[in-house]
């Protein structure tokens, strides 16, 4: 049980593009997604916290308006990088909470961003 | 302010045992989470605890200590597949994850 999907794994793109990355909880309501992202041998990085039907809360330093998070059920998420540059490539990853409190998260796979 | 605090990296034998720490001083407590993270790949979940004491799971254990803001992974038997990171994760008063820097582990043949 407790299955996250990610869509795309891999997305290789030209600077400027904007590439939308989708979360998908198989086998349970998410009412809480996470967006992390992840550069080589760093570890995870909180960006944002998306819930079912509101606004996403931002972590500092995250750009509400470049990172794009939208939640319209209780099982999907998404991630829209609008007009990705070089500094935005790095290893996306969603994860979903079956419950609000002291529950373990499942994450996706991943998606790794290559933007030329 | 807030922060865990675990080894950069560790090195053990195929079949040896070996033990992985992690210090936290969070705002609140609300479990400690340990995941695995192979290269290249998201982490999975290894193991919750919130209570003081050992969890077992197979040739898994994690242990807590609240008092002394304190917790151990502890791996047995390893395989080389267990070569991975390893990341410390407390959930807060706020249940925010606060997220380690992970410890790359190596195991030598």
């Known amino acids: 049980g407790a299955v996250v999907s990610q869509h795309p794994s891999w997305v290789i793109c030209k600077s400027g593009t904007s590439v939308k990355i989708e979360c998908r909880s198989l086998?349970?309501?998410?009412?809480?997604m996470f967006w992390y992202r992840q550069f080589p041998k760093q570890s995870l990085m909180l960006m944002a916290t998306?819930?079912?039907?509101?606004?996403?809360?931002?972590e500092q330093g995250v750009e509400k308006d470049k990172f794009l998070i939208n939640h319209a059920s209780l099982t999907l998420s998404t991630l829209t990088v609008t007009s990705a540059h070089p500094e935005d490539s790095s290893f996306y990853i969603c994860?979903?909470?079956?419950?609000?409190?002291?529950?373990?998260?499942?994450f996706g796979d991943g998606t790794r961003l290559s933007i030329l | 302010g807030q922060n865990i605090d675990q080894p950069t990296e560790m090195t053990a034998t195929e079949g040896a045992i070996v033990q992985i720490n992690c210090t936290y001083q969070?705002?609140?407590?609300?479990?400690l989470f340990w995941y695995q993270q192979h290269a290249g790949e998201a982490p999975t979940f290894l193991s919750y605890?919130?209570l003081d004491g050992l969890e077992e799971k197979g040739r898994f254990s994690s242990f807590l200590s609240r008092s002394k803001g304190y917790s151990y992974l502890l791996l047995k038997e390893l395989q080389m597949k267990d070569s991975a990171s390893y990341l410390c994760?407390?959930?807060?008063?706020?249940?925010?994850?606060?997220w380690g820097a992970g410890t790359k582990l190596i195991i030598k043949p």
């Open positions: 998306s819930n079912e039907g509101s606004k996403a809360t931002y």
């Open positions: 994760a407390v959930m807060d008063s706020n249940y925010q994850l606060i």
């Open positions: 994860s979903a909470s079956e419950g609000p409190e002291s529950q373990p998260q499942h």
């Open positions: 086998d349970f309501q998410a009412t809480t």
């Open positions: 605890n919130v």
């Open positions: 969070t705002s609140g407590f609300n479990g």
